[in-house]
């Protein structure tokens, strides 16, 4: 069986090298003019790499094939048959239903090709539910041949559905892709197993992979597979029309497609129903959470099997969608995101206010519940694109064109104050400084803009309020000697702690609260240097210092930072938690500070939880200032870009304060800077521009490990490429590849989902013992890195041997481990294993060298060798007779100069029936203290005092300094002090121990200088 | 009361129960005065080191037997305070430099240098040289070998150096071309008895063959380890008489439960609850190529005759990478990943794909 089925794939591989030309010469005169027209759903998420890999698949079909790692290719080869061999007859109808490929539906009655973003007319829509059940037909032809690991459940109403759009994608560069239909037909008819269809796929995978080298190089047969299914979503659908004759024949033999296919006609909520009875039947291995959560995070099964909807701008205006469960074509962040674009609005959770739900597979319960209740209209995805499609831009109804309207009023309103104001500020400058250039266009936005009055601060109200009241009560509650909480509870507080993250206008809220409450802000910050002595003099604010008299200013004691303080004056400490360690003692001082100031504190800082800010906690009152909401901040933003004649959409606001984190100070300058090139932005330069401008955050290594081996992690659908997870690596690469170690176990593949029982077993296993051959490269990598050599170059190739291959093999859901918080990655148990290690080596090295003396040895055969009898000597003994073999056992230990502490060391090294949790059980603890007792009651020989001799020769290393150059010293007492006492040694060995501490003692003194002193002693006389 | 093994271990080269010729070398080399550096290698048990000590002997007369231990502490070039045990009589200092592990460059460099810089202090020695016994020293690393190389011919005056080694493979060749290699042969089955005799003898029982028979079976070659065993076996069965099982270490039969657990199951839950067994192996202080070996044998043994070439093939092949990793579990884990899926292949359907 094994040599055989290796012949036919390599047929295989023949017959598909020449068919492209085949089937192109056949295609040829269809029309090929509108190449660019279609445009998928992949060229819509990940622009650069679907459109160069599909053309370039395309472009090297017909090239020889070339396979980088071919040794790699052969064991997959061979191996692959072998196992399925058996089982192939079973799955041969199976898998050939199983993943059906979205064939272009709208074959010859498509209307012509509509431009992209056009909405279709209405008639466009009537075609195509009538095109289905061809074109589920057809797409079995093709799906016969495709793998499909993953996607059981794929097997779909909506999947058949062909949208309009991609009918035209297909037309266009359709020619190609044909012969992968007729090719595959007429194998189906003559070898319906399964074996062949397999064996077949790597090679094209390599072809592909070799074209877009987006992605793992290595990449196996569960790689490859991947690449297939991609490479084959996109060929079928654009070859249309052909494979029509040849689809009756297979028709029947997948009985199992028909009954989904009509499925669409029939109304919403059947098709809803239905999809619940199938998220509940067919996905019982998803049926978790997790692999729910992360099926919505890795997107579409099939991308691009669609056209993606241009819809006109607005034209979602006024609704608000609900997505739920997964969608076929496109990600649900894709989906929201398109929502958004056209100015539609996203909700998680439908309500009464939803005005359309759409329906993928898999939706969650609950939220089918609450439609039901709600009587919510819903849509699957292709009416949606369909509505999208239809609709018109700018369908608003009245109520949002005159809330539109209001709000332009208002946001013109308020760039008419600012003008106002701007001209004022302008001419009261002018005046003051002619001599000034400074203009107000020189200024940055975030300082012309900055809020001028309450009502301009953006979000965080009820907080600059309490603010506002707390400073106008301020002088109450010092004359009251802040007994009274007041209202709110900030009565008796000195001072006033805020934190929050930055750039939402903690800085600004405290300056312009303070000037509200009359108050003459002085701001102290990092850049001031604040230690404890300088906060205690600058900061003279109780007037007990005469520094300020002797300097000779005057009387002029109360100052801080050579400004003048009076009781109308507000200290604000920003970035508090900035005070580091030039700023000794700073937050102490402060603290002492804030507890006798006579005006008001504000204080300011990131992160209150850190450690050094805990003097503070209970001096001063915690307010915290939230991130504003992007509607918050919109408005004012709108103002600001009216004023500054910048067309921006609402829309493409939210999302840029959103993409920042509503961190208003950022969007400010990122507009600013955008301005200098352009007046408009549009929604995909508003998502650049974020993209651009992102944070590098650093993710930790659990949920690193988490989307490196999600379920779909390495699925088809996945936009990530080998940079990309090789990225994940660099975030921590010392752990990362640690926490894939842990893991690998402890996923059930994605890969083996195909498969069942023993067959899922073995493949599992092949999986395991290929990621931890990787892993295994990986440490060889790992000590060239990290060893004598230093290779740190070879960092990116570590990366990808301990962290990308062995989790692009075993990525899957998690399997439960039984016990709570069973699920997501451990904590690598490597580290606390080889530490224990450490420790316990240690231990062995302690007991080998005591026993040194009576054994010849070394450590492993001490361990290996001696311990399991001398367990039995003085170990079990207390197990078996208790306290009567205490004496017994004492004896043993001294004679091989063993103490307690290396008893509890040899108990601990125990394994298995010896394992200390066991023993410790056995001894009963009478016989334990009276072990102990005894131990200590009793005279021991001692090898060595090392205690002793630790402190003694510390102290000769400290004595000897950074360079020994002490010859001269000890240059007399040379060659003399080792003698005395080596010689009289020839006693007993009970004798010796005594004689041994001696040694140490005098050894403690002398050796090392004398020996060290003789060595440079002797080049000299030598000289 | 001490244990057999260490009782009547032989302290003159007279006193050796085996390899009579290579006694009286050492003991014309001991006499000639022109003593030179000796390579000892050989396998574990096979009595290097109490040759060596009754070599020593011979050179300077009892007084080696008065052993002392010396904790050195020394600060390596990254500020790590090291401890070094130094086992030393007044004639000779044995060192055991692979205990620090990468560090036993500076020990070479620091403590050998040191006392090779000195003379012999003691002026009723019977040699003018004193001796440095180094442990392990297969286990020394290529840059601690090379900072050997030149201690040895310099201060060739005041000191000899004596390396215990497993095996000559891992010495670098300049340093085996400077010493005397000396080969200590483990015992033949017919020493081993004459010794195990000895010992029975001395403590006043007789020994019945069958006995001997199993302690050498297990033993194999081992000298230690078969009077270790022995001396077990008279504990557990004092009249040493009937069907004696030998009493296995705690390791070694966690070693073959692990085995037996693959051989029960293959899958990657099994792997992950071996994973946790090696990792209290390795954790207690059995070396990785010991439990690597150990689970092999016994896989080997319960497998069918046609898997058995595999396996070994494996074990051979990820004890390279062990050796050449840092991290042992890793490349431990592969090869039971290997094991597990060769072997479920096999069951399942009859044949595995050819290694390499």
Same mark, same amino acid.
């Given at each position: 069986?094994?040599?055989?089925?290796?012949?036919?794939?390599?047929?295989?591989?023949?017959?598909?090298?020449?068919?492209?030309?085949?089937?192109?010469?056949?295609?040829?005169?269809?029309?090929?003019?509108?190449?660019?027209?279609?445009?998928?759903?992949?060229?819509?998420?990940?622009?650069?790499?679907?459109?160069?890999?599909?053309?370039?698949?395309?472009?090297?079909?017909?090239?020889?094939?070339?396979?980088?790692?071919?040794?790699?290719?052969?064991?997959?080869?061979?191996?692959?048959?072998?196992?399925?061999?058996?089982?192939?007859?079973?799955?041969?109808?199976?898998?050939?239903?199983?993943?059906?490929?979205?064939?272009?539906?709208?074959? !010859?009655? #498509?209307?012509?090709?509509?431009?992209?973003?056009?909405?279709?007319?209405?008639?466009?829509?009537?075609? #195509?539910?009538?095109?289905?059940?061809?074109?589920?037909?057809?797409?079995?032809?093709?799906?016969?041949?495709?793998?499909?690991?993953?996607?059981?459940?794929?097997?779909?109403?909506?999947?058949?559905?062909?949208?309009?759009?991609?009918?035209?994608?297909?037309?266009?560069?359709?020619?190609?892709?044909?012969?992968?239909?007729?090719?595959?037909?007429?194998?189906?008819?003559?070898?319906?197993?399964?074996?062949?269809?397999?064996?077949?796929?790597?090679?094209?995978?390599?072809?592909?992979?070799?074209?877009?080298?987006?992605?793992?190089?290595?990449?196996? +047969?569960?790689?490859?597979?991947? %690449?297939?299914?991609?490479?084959?979503?996109?060929?079928?659908?654009?070859?249309?029309?052909?494979?029509?004759?040849?689809?009756?024949?297979?028709?029947?033999?997948?009985?199992?497609?028909?009954?989904?296919?009509?499925?669409?006609?029939?109304?919403?909520?059947?098709?809803?129903?239905?999809?619940?009875?199938? &998220?509940?039947?067919?996905?019982?291995?998803?049926?978790?959470?997790?692999?729910?959560?992360?099926?919505?995070?890795?997107?579409?099964?099939?991308?691009?099997?669609?056209?993606?909807?241009?819809?006109?701008?607005?034209?979602?205006?006024?609704?608000?969608?609900?997505?739920?469960?997964?969608?076929?074509?496109?990600?649900?962040?894709? &989906?929201?995101?398109?929502?958004?674009?056209?100015?539609?609005?996203?909700?998680?959770?439908?309500?009464?206010?939803?005005?359309?739900?759409?329906?993928?597979?898999?939706?969650?319960?609950?939220?089918?519940?609450?439609?039901?209740?709600?009587?919510?209209?819903?849509?699957?995805?292709?009416?949606?694109?369909?509505?999208?499609?239809?609709?018109?831009?700018?369908?608003?109804?009245?109520?949002?064109?005159?809330?539109?309207?209001?709000?332009?009023?208002?946001?013109?309103?308020?760039?008419?104050?600012?003008?106002?104001?701007?001209?004022?500020?302008?001419?009261?400058?002018?005046?003051?400084?002619?001599?000034?250039?400074?203009?107000?266009?020189?200024?940055?936005?975030?300082?012309?803009?900055?809020?001028?009055?309450?009502?301009?601060?953006?979000?965080?109200?009820?907080?600059?309020?309490?603010?506002?009241?707390? @400073?106008? +009560?301020?002088?109450?509650?010092?004359?009251?000697?802040?007994? $009274?909480?007041?209202?709110?509870?900030?009565?008796?507080?000195?001072?006033?702690?805020?934190?929050?993250?930055?750039?939402?206008?903690?800085?600004?809220?405290?300056?312009?609260?303070?000037?509200?409450?009359?108050?003459?802000?002085?701001?102290?910050?990092?850049?001031?240097?604040?230690?404890?002595?300088?906060?205690?003099?600058?900061?003279?604010?109780?007037?007990?210092?005469?520094?300020?008299?002797?300097?000779?200013?005057?009387?002029?004691?109360?100052?801080?930072?050579? *400004?003048?303080?009076?009781?109308?004056?507000?200290?604000?400490?920003?970035?508090?938690?900035?005070?580091?360690?030039?700023?000794?003692?700073?937050?102490?001082?402060?603290?002492?500070?804030?507890?006798?100031?006579?005006?008001?504190?504000?204080?300011?800082?990131?992160?209150?939880?850190?450690?050094?800010?805990?003097?503070?906690? !209970?001096?001063?009152?915690?307010?915290?200032?939230?991130?504003?909401?992007?509607?918050?901040?919109?408005?004012?933003?709108?103002?600001?870009?009216?004023?500054?004649?910048?067309?921006?959409?609402?829309?493409?606001?939210?999302?840029? *304060?959103? =993409?920042?984190?509503?961190?208003?100070?950022?969007?400010?300058?990122?507009?600013?800077?955008?301005?200098?090139?352009?007046?408009?932005?549009?929604?995909?330069?508003?998502?650049?521009?974020?993209?651009?401008?992102?944070?590098?955050?650093?993710?930790?290594?659990?949920?690193?490990?988490? $989307?490196?081996?999600?379920?779909?992690?390495?699925?088809?659908?996945?936009?990530?490429?080998?940079?990309?997870?090789?990225?994940?690596?660099?975030?921590?690469?010392?752990?990362?590849?640690?926490?894939?170690?842990?893991?690998?176990?402890?996923?059930?593949?994605?890969?083996?989902?195909?498969?069942?029982?023993?067959?899922?077993? @073995?493949?599992?296993?092949?999986?395991?013992?290929?990621?931890?051959?990787?892993?295994?490269?990986?440490?060889?990598?790992?000590?060239?890195?990290?060893?004598?050599?230093?290779?740190?170059?070879?960092?990116?190739?570590?990366?990808?041997?301990?962290? *990308?291959?062995?989790?692009?093999?075993?990525?899957?859901?998690?399997?439960?481990?039984?016990?709570?918080?069973?699920? =997501?990655?451990?904590?690598?148990?490597?580290?606390?294993?080889?530490?224990?290690?450490?420790?316990?080596?240690?231990?062995?090295?302690?007991?080998?060298?005591?026993?040194?003396?009576?054994?010849?040895?070394?450590?492993?055969?001490?361990?290996?060798?001696?311990?399991?009898?001398?367990?039995?000597?003085?170990?079990?003994?207390?197990?078996?007779?208790?306290?009567?073999?205490?004496?017994?056992?004492?004896?043993?230990?001294?004679?091989?100069?063993?103490?307690?502490?290396?008893?509890?060391?040899?108990?601990?090294?125990?394994?298995?029936?010896?394992?200390?949790?066991?023993?410790?059980?056995?001894?009963?603890?009478?016989?334990?203290?009276?072990?102990?007792?005894?131990?200590?009651?009793?005279?021991?020989?001692?090898? %060595?005092?090392?205690?002793?001799?630790?402190?003694?020769?510390?102290?000769?290393?400290?004595?000897?300094?950074?360079?020994?150059?002490?010859?001269?010293? %000890?240059? /007399?007492?040379?060659?003399?002090?080792?003698?005395?006492?080596?010689?009289?040694?020839?006693?007993?060995?009970?004798?010796?121990?005594?004689?041994?501490?001696?040694?140490?003692?005098?050894?403690?003194?002398?050796?090392?200088?004398?020996?060290?002193?003789?060595?440079?002693?002797?080049?000299?006389?030598?000289? | 009361?001490?244990?057999?093994?260490?009782?009547?271990?032989?302290?003159?080269?007279?006193?050796?129960?085996?390899?009579? /010729?290579?006694?009286?070398?050492?003991?014309?080399?001991?006499?000639?005065?022109?003593?030179?550096?000796?390579?000892?290698?050989?396998?574990?048990?096979?009595?290097?080191?109490?040759?060596?000590?009754?070599?020593?002997?011979?050179?300077?007369?009892?007084?080696?037997?008065?052993?002392?231990?010396?904790?050195?502490?020394?600060?390596?070039?990254?500020?790590?305070?090291?401890?070094?045990?130094?086992?030393?009589?007044?004639?000779?200092?044995?060192?055991?430099?692979?205990?620090?592990?990468?560090?036993?460059?500076?020990?070479?460099?620091?403590?050998?240098?040191?006392?090779?810089?000195?003379?012999?202090?003691?002026?009723?020695?019977?040699?003018?040289?004193?001796?440095?016994?180094?442990?392990?020293?297969?286990?020394?690393?290529? +840059?601690?070998?090379?900072?050997?190389?030149?201690?040895?011919?310099?201060?060739?005056?005041?000191?000899?150096?004596?390396?215990?080694?497993?095996?000559?493979?891992?010495?670098?060749?300049?340093?085996?071309?400077?010493?005397?290699?000396?080969?200590?042969?483990?015992?033949?089955?017919?020493?081993?008895?004459?010794? @195990?005799?000895?010992?029975?003898?001395?403590?006043?029982?007789?020994?019945?063959?069958?006995?001997?028979?199993?302690?050498?079976?297990?033993?194999?070659?081992?000298?230690?380890?078969?009077?270790?065993?022995?001396?077990?076996?008279?504990?557990?069965?004092?009249?040493?008489?009937?069907?004696?099982?030998?009493?296995?270490?705690?390791?070694?039969?966690?070693?073959?439960?692990?085995?037996?657990?693959?051989?029960?199951?293959?899958?990657?839950?099994?792997?992950?609850?071996?994973?946790?067994?090696?990792?209290?192996?390795?954790?207690?202080?059995?070396?990785?190529?010991?439990?690597?070996?150990?689970?092999? /044998?016994?896989?080997?043994?319960?497998?069918?005759?046609?898997?058995?070439?595999?396996?070994?093939?494996?074990?051979?092949?990820?004890?390279?990478?062990?050796?050449?990793?840092?991290?042992?579990?890793?490349?431990?884990?592969?090869?039971? &990943?290997?094991?597990?899926?060769?072997?479920?292949?096999?069951?399942?359907?009859?044949?595995?794909?050819?290694?390499?």
């Amino acid at each position: 069986m094994p040599s055989s089925t290796p012949k036919k794939s390599s047929k295989k591989e023949d017959s598909e090298d020449y068919s492209p030309k085949k089937s192109q010469e056949k295609k040829k005169p269809v029309k090929k003019d509108e190449k660019a027209a279609g445009r998928d759903i992949r060229g819509f998420g990940a622009q650069k790499s679907s459109g160069s890999s599909s053309t370039a698949g395309n472009g090297t079909g017909k090239k020889p094939i070339t396979i980088d790692d071919s040794d790699e290719e052969e064991e997959i080869v061979e191996k692959k048959p072998a196992p399925k061999a058996n089982t192939s007859k079973h799955f041969a109808s199976a898998s050939s239903s199983k993943k059906p490929i979205v064939l272009d539906s709208s074959d !010859s009655d #498509t209307p012509a090709p509509r431009p992209k973003a056009k909405p279709p007319t209405p008639k466009a829509k009537a075609p #195509t539910p009538k095109a289905k059940p061809t074109s589920a037909k057809r797409k079995i032809l093709i799906d016969s041949e495709e793998e499909s690991e993953e996607e059981v459940e794929d097997v779909k109403p909506a999947k058949k559905r062909q949208s309009l759009g991609a009918g035209l994608s297909s037309r266009s560069n359709g020619k190609k892709p044909s012969y992968v239909d007729s090719d595959s037909e007429s194998e189906e008819k003559d070898e319906p197993p399964k074996s062949k269809a397999k064996s077949k796929v790597p090679v094209k995978g390599k072809k592909e992979k070799s074209a877009s080298s987006m992605d793992v190089d290595e990449s196996e +047969d569960s790689d490859s597979e991947d %690449f297939i299914d991609d490479e084959k979503d996109e060929k079928p659908k654009k070859g249309k029309g052909k494979p029509k004759p040849k689809a009756s024949p297979a028709k029947k033999s997948t009985p199992a497609k028909k009954a989904p296919a009509p499925a669409p006609k029939a109304g919403k909520k059947d098709v809803d129903e239905e999809k619940q009875v199938k &998220a509940e039947e067919k996905k019982p291995a998803n049926n978790n959470w997790r692999a729910a959560a992360a099926a919505r995070a890795a997107g579409p099964k099939a991308p691009g099997s669609r056209d993606i909807a241009q819809g006109e701008p607005d034209s979602l205006a006024g609704l608000t969608f609900v997505f739920t469960g997964e969608m076929e074509s496109l990600g649900r962040e894709d &989906a929201q995101e398109l929502v958004k674009r056209l100015s539609g609005k996203v909700t998680s959770a439908p309500s009464g206010k939803t005005s359309f739900v759409v329906v993928g597979e898999n939706a969650g319960a609950s939220k089918l519940k609450t439609i039901k209740e709600k009587k919510i209209p819903t849509m699957t995805e292709d009416e949606f694109f369909e509505f999208i499609r239809s609709r018109k831009g700018g369908q608003l109804d009245e109520k949002q064109i005159k809330a539109r309207q209001a709000e332009e009023k208002k946001i013109q309103q308020q760039a008419l104050e600012m003008e106002k104001r701007e001209k004022e500020e302008e001419t009261d400058r002018k005046r003051k400084e002619r001599a000034l250039e400074g203009t107000a266009s020189a200024q940055l936005w975030t300082t012309k803009y900055a809020p001028q009055n309450l009502r301009e601060i953006c979000g965080n109200k009820t907080v600059v309020e309490r603010l506002g009241t707390w @400073l106008k +009560d301020w002088q109450k509650n010092y004359d009251s000697g802040f007994k $009274k909480p007041g209202k709110d509870g900030t009565g008796i507080y000195r001072a006033i702690l805020i934190s929050g993250p930055p750039g939402i206008g903690k800085t600004t809220s405290a300056h312009l609260m303070a000037k509200e409450a009359g108050y003459n802000p002085i701001e102290l910050n990092a850049s001031d240097a604040r230690s404890k002595k300088l906060v205690e003099n600058s900061t003279n604010i109780d007037n007990t210092s005469l520094d300020g008299y002797f300097q000779g200013k005057g009387i002029q004691s109360t100052s801080v930072a050579d *400004v003048r303080v009076d009781s109308r004056t507000c200290l604000i400490m920003d970035e508090v938690d900035g005070m580091s360690a030039g700023d000794r003692g700073g937050v102490g001082a402060l603290n002492a500070l804030i507890k006798k100031t006579r005006i008001p504190m504000i204080l300011i800082c990131n992160d209150r939880s850190l450690q050094k800010m805990k003097p503070l906690q !209970s001096t001063t009152f915690n307010m915290t200032f939230r991130r504003p909401q992007p509607a918050e901040i919109r408005s004012r933003i709108m103002s600001i870009l009216f004023k500054e004649k910048l067309k921006i959409p609402a829309n493409v606001v939210d999302e840029l *304060v959103k =993409g920042v984190n509503s961190d208003i100070r950022q969007v400010l300058n990122m507009l600013s800077t955008f301005k200098l090139s352009k007046d408009q932005m549009d929604f995909d330069e508003g998502k650049e521009l974020v993209k651009v401008n992102e944070k590098n955050t650093i993710m930790t290594p659990f949920t690193i490990t988490d $989307k490196l081996t999600g379920p779909y992690a390495f699925s088809k659908t996945s936009k990530e490429t080998l940079n990309d997870r090789m990225e994940l690596y660099f975030h921590d690469f010392s752990f990362v590849p640690l926490f894939i170690q842990e893991h690998y176990l402890k996923t059930q593949p994605a890969l083996t989902n195909t498969l069942s029982g023993a067959e899922q077993n @073995l493949k599992h296993l092949e999986l395991v013992s290929k990621a931890a051959d990787a892993i295994s490269d990986g440490d060889l990598i790992d000590r060239m890195i990290h060893g004598s050599e230093q290779h740190w170059s070879l960092l990116p190739f570590h990366a990808v041997q301990s962290t *990308v291959k062995p989790a692009s093999l075993i990525y899957g859901p998690g399997r439960s481990q039984g016990g709570p918080g069973g699920w =997501g990655p451990a904590f690598p148990q490597w580290l606390g294993q080889n530490s224990k290690q450490g420790k316990l080596g240690r231990q062995l090295t302690d007991i080998q060298i005591r026993m040194r003396l009576k054994v010849s040895g070394g450590r492993n055969e001490i361990r290996e060798q001696y311990m399991p009898l001398l367990a039995s000597k003085i170990v079990l003994p207390l197990v078996q007779r208790g306290t009567d073999a205490v004496e017994e056992t004492i004896e043993y230990m001294d004679e091989y100069f063993l103490g307690k502490d290396d008893w509890d060391a040899l108990v601990e090294l125990g394994v298995d029936s010896m394992a200390e949790s066991l023993i410790s059980k056995k001894i009963p603890s009478a016989t334990k203290s009276a072990f102990t007792r005894q131990y200590n009651k009793s005279d021991h020989p001692i090898a %060595f005092h090392k205690g002793d001799m630790f402190a003694a020769s510390k102290k000769k290393i400290a004595d000897m300094g950074p360079a020994p150059d002490n010859e001269d010293v %000890f240059e /007399e007492d040379e060659a003399v002090p080792d003698e005395p006492s080596d010689k009289g040694e020839n006693d007993d060995s009970e004798d010796e121990v005594n004689d041994v501490s001696k040694d140490k003692l005098i050894k403690a003194v002398k050796p090392k200088g004398a020996t060290a002193a003789k060595g440079k002693a002797k080049p000299k006389a030598k000289k | 009361m001490s244990l057999w093994v260490d009782k009547y271990r032989p302290r003159s080269l007279d006193e050796l129960h085996y390899h009579p /010729e290579l006694s009286s070398r050492l003991r014309s080399l001991a006499a000639s005065g022109d003593f030179p550096h000796i390579l000892f290698y050989g396998p574990s048990g096979a009595g290097k080191k109490t040759r060596i000590m009754c070599t020593l002997r011979e050179l300077y007369g009892p007084g080696v037997e008065k052993l002392r231990i010396d904790q050195r502490v020394f600060v390596t070039p990254s500020n790590r305070k090291l401890d070094v045990n130094v086992v030393q009589s007044n004639y000779h200092i044995e060192l055991t430099p692979s205990d620090v592990g990468m560090y036993d460059r500076v020990v070479i460099q620091d403590i050998l240098k040191e006392i090779a810089q000195t003379q012999q202090v003691d002026l009723n020695a019977k040699q003018r040289f004193k001796v440095v016994i180094i442990n392990e020293a297969d286990a020394l690393t290529r +840059d601690a070998q090379a900072a050997l190389r030149r201690t040895m011919e310099k201060y060739m005056n005041n000191m000899r150096l004596i390396l215990c080694a497993n095996s000559t493979s891992k010495i670098i060749a300049p340093i085996r071309s400077r010493c005397l290699l000396v080969r200590v042969a483990a015992p033949s089955d017919d020493d081993m008895t004459k010794v @195990l005799q000895h010992v029975a003898k001395k403590e006043r029982f007789s020994l019945p063959s069958p006995v001997t028979k199993s302690i050498l079976s297990t033993s194999q070659g081992n000298l230690r380890k078969a009077l270790l065993v022995f001396e077990a076996m008279k504990m557990q069965r004092p009249d040493l008489t009937g069907d004696i099982e030998v009493a296995k270490p705690d390791w070694e039969t966690y070693c073959s439960k692990i085995a037996d657990s693959i051989i029960q199951e293959q899958s990657a839950q099994r792997l992950l609850d071996v994973r946790g067994k090696i990792y209290e192996l390795l954790s207690h202080c059995i070396p990785p190529t010991v439990v690597l070996k150990t689970i092999s /044998e016994r896989i080997v043994d319960r497998v069918d005759d046609a898997l058995k070439p595999q396996i070994v093939h494996w074990a051979a092949y990820y004890e390279l990478r062990m050796r050449m990793g840092s991290k042992k579990i890793f490349h431990l884990e592969a090869f039971i &990943a290997k094991v597990m899926t060769v072997y479920k292949q096999f069951n399942m359907i009859g044949y595995t794909e050819d290694y390499e």
